[in-house]
């Protein structure tokens, strides 16, 4: 889905309260492609709509390891906003970081 240039940035809880916000930041950045993580994709479809390539909604139990492998192949960042997680953010290089105001690695 995403170019070699863009990255793709796993967003855990992106249809909460919180993670809705960091789905709409990286989304502002032309660069970054979204991967919204939670129990209920069609809410992040609901939330942001269907028309957005750089967007997309995958099924993640955080209880459930291989589905929070899946949900970070191929991802350049990860960050979580979940209710039984504390909110936390990265990127890979501290430059992409400002850029989107993510905590690097
Ligand atoms: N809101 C605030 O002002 C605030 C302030 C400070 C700290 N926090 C902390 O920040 C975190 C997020 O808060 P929030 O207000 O954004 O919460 P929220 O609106 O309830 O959102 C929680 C998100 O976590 C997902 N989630 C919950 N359990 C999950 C699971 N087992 N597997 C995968 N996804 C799961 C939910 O999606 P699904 O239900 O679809 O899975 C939802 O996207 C919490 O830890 C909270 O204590 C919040």
């Given amino acids: 889905m995403a170019a070699a240039n863009n990255r793709l940035v796993t967003v855990f809880g992106g249809t909460g309260f919180l993670g809705r916000r960091v789905v709409q930041r990286l989304l502002r950045a032309p660069e970054f492609f ?3 993580a939670s129990r ?3 809410r992040g479809r609901q939330l942001f709509g269907h028309e957005d390539l750089r967007l997309q909604s995958v099924n993640v139990d955080l209880r459930d390891e ?3 492998a899946a949900a970070v192949d191929g991802a350049y960042g990860r960050g979580a906003s979940c209710s039984s997680t504390q909110p936390t953010i990265r990127a890979r290089s501290k430059n992409e970081a400002q850029r989107a105001r993510l905590r690097p690695t």
């Fill in 66 to 68: 291989g589905s929070i």
């Fill in 40 to 42: 209920h994709p069609e």
């Fill in 34 to 36: 979204v991967r919204i």
